[in-house]
């Protein structure tokens, strides 16, 4: 009897599913892709659940006649290719012929189309990938997609999705990502009933982006565009030298219209920075690449998210000196020169090129200054907060004598018998943090009122984090209550940090809290939190402290052990031993 048998066609469908359905955001990039494919101007989003028990899609696009409405619930039926050489230079983003009938085998799905001019449309009604009704329908022109009980009858794959508000901010990435991608298409967002995000047309990506990060990331970007001679236009905004993120989770690509992940590209965005941006650190960058169709493969993954280029040396090259070039008018605006060699070519990470930092090396002039201005730190992660890290054998009690202070940016001064200069951002950065560590410990981080509350505007996305952890802020002394639409008031505030931008804290502590339930535990939560809550309560970088100001803090600092790192791994303190010093000086 043989042993290899064929699929039943529903089974057959159920696995071709697990390729392209992965979760719902699966299914909302699938179909508003298809809706983009259509020519709609303005596509709409719902969802319920996180896309659990209902997603629904709807467009003004060209709709489809009842055959074409049939076909298309049949695999790999597609209006987008028509012969193998159709494959060598694919400009629409779906072309498989694949998405419909793969969702429509795990759902309960309804179809509503209908074409412009028609009297009347077509409604079809799917059951787990069995067609049950096929009617007249009225709706308006264009398409509208209903996908219910997602992996109703898939269990095994049903189980293996995560919580609704998991689920709900994947969608609101796919969301975001088609929005970037096609600013000339309006989008809407409707979660649970009720319109969270619209994003009218707009003509250029500069609104766009500032419709859903806000005025304040847009004036920290930079715009670019080049064409290089082989065709490759490289174009977008990215973050000035200095702003930067602890995860990819804004730094967007697009080659020709289609986000995708590459770690070439990433590779190329980051050698394009150089020593502008900290180590662990990862830039902000919307960047959109457009060649030749046919001089790239998007026939490689199941899901379109990666991509092959016929001379990826050229594409690195290309976004590499565009990056560089970019940053570089920037610094020569502001009289500030970027390290590099003296052909203002930047070296490769790695090299050893004359003129090149230490990665590991205090951060560079600019990306101070740029901090000074901001009013805020870089915050790059070379370390968990919190780890172990060397002390002096000097220790609490020694006596400090604070000499002066250098750019107003470090103390120098005698600790015991040896010579410190130390940074004091970081030094006071880690004195808070590791107060505010022992006072979470004995659950006792008390609270500062705020005689006027601050108000805070945050994106959608932003402000749906925040508020699923207000009460966990609270815990950390940091107390805000809803205030609107994306909205929020500051009502108190950790009573162990002084006046700072509370406003920028918040928004800063969004990143943070998105990675909060990907943590294993509740201290490696905390954590991160707290370094924020340090960083932005400490003194700034060019601000002038008098002696005893110097003296409190260096004291402070000593009392908590020297520790060598603020929490997030930068530097605090170069140390000269009196031994030192006399071998230098030849008395030793």
């Known amino acids: 009897m043989s042993r290899i048998k064929l699929l039943p066609e529903t089974l057959a469908s159920q696995v071709a599913a697990g390729e392209v359905v992965e979760r719902p955001a699966s299914v909302v990039k699938e179909l508003v892709e298809n809706s983009i494919d259509a020519g709609a101007r303005a596509i ?59 969702i429509a085998s795990v759902s309960r799905f309804r179809l509503t189309t209908r074409e412009h001019g028609a009297v009347a449309g077509t409604e079809i009604l799917v059951n787990g990938g069995r067609i049950e009704t096929v009617r007249d329908g009225g709706e308006a022109p264009g398409t509208q997609i209903e996908v219910r009980s997602l992996f109703y009858n898939v269990p095994a794959r049903r189980k293996f999705l995560r919580s609704e508000t998991t689920e709900t901010r994947n969608i609101e990435h796919q969301f975001f990502l088609q929005a970037l ?12 009933d009720k319109i969270a995000l619209q994003l009218p047309i707009t003509t250029s990506l500069r609104d766009r982006i500032r419709d859903i990060y806000g005025a304040e990331l847009l004036g920290d970007l930079l715009e670019i565009s080049a064409r290089d001679r082989g065709g490759v236009q490289v174009r977008g905004w990215i973050g000035r030298a200095g702003v930067s993120r602890q995860t990819r989770s804004q730094q967007f690509v697009f080659v020709n219209g289609r986000a995708i992940e590459s770690g070439m590209l990433s590779t190329a965005l980051r050698e394009g920075y150089h020593t502008a941006l900290m180590r662990g650190q990862f830039p902000v960058t ?19 998210r990666e991509v092959r280029f016929a001379d990826q040396d050229m594409i690195h090259q290309s976004v590499r000196q565009v990056i560089r070039g970019a940053l570089r008018v920037r610094s020569e605006e502001l009289g500030m020169p970027i390290p590099g060699d003296s052909r ?14 230490p990665h590991d090396s205090m951060r560079p002039a600019e990306q101070q200054t740029m901090a000074h201005d901001t009013g805020r730190d870089d915050r790059p992660t070379a370390m968990a907060a919190g780890e172990p890290t060397q002390t002096y054998l000097i220790g609490p009690g020694c006596e400090v004598i604070p000499m002066g202070q250098i750019g107003r940016t470090f103390l120098v001064a005698q600790v015991g018998s040896e010579l410190h200069v130390i940074d004091q951002h970081t030094a006071h950065e880690r004195v808070l943090y590791e107060r505010l560590w022992r006072a979470w410990q004995a659950r006792g981080v008390q609270s500062q009122p705020l005689l006027i509350p601050e108000p805070v505007d945050l994106p959608p996305h932003g402000a749906t984090i925040l508020e699923e952890h207000l009460a966990d802020l609270a815990t950390l002394g940091l107390e805000l209550e809803s205030f ?10 950790p009573a162990l940090l002084g006046q700072f931008d509370y406003s920028t804290l918040v928004q800063d502590l969004v990143e943070d809290l998105a990675q909060w339930n990907a943590a294993s535990s509740l201290e490696t939560r905390v954590r991160p939190v707290l370094a924020s809550l340090a960083c932005h309560g400490a003194v700034r970088a060019g601000r002038a402290l ?32 009196a031994e030192e010093l006399a071998r230098i000086f030849g008395r030793a």
Not at 348 to 357: N, W
């Open 44 to 102: 709409e989003v719902g969802i319920q659940r996180g896309g659990m028990s209902r997603i629904r899609v709807v467009d003004d696009g060209y709709g489809m006649d009842r055959d074409d409405a049939l076909l298309s619930l049949e695999r790999h039926a597609t209006s987008k290719i028509a012969s193998a050489a159709d494959l060598a230079a694919i400009n629409t983003l779906g072309f498989r012929g694949e998405a419909l009938p793969s």
């Open 181 to 192: 991608a096609h600013p000339a298409i309006g989008f809407s967002l409707v979660r649970e």
């Open 286 to 304: 919307f960047l959109f690449v457009e060649l030749d169709p046919r001089e790239v493969d998007v026939n490689v993954h199941p899901t379109k």
């Open 344 to 357: 203002g070519e930047w070296p490769r990470p790695g090299s050893t090129a004359a003129g090149e930092p």
């Open 484 to 493: 609107g639409a994306n909205s929020f008031v500051i009502r108190a505030v």
């Open 546 to 577: 008098d002696p005893s100001e110097s003296k409190r803090l260096i004291e402070d600092w000593v009392e908590e052990g020297l520790p060598m790192t603020c929490p997030h791994g930068r530097r605090v303190a170069l140390r000269l031993p």
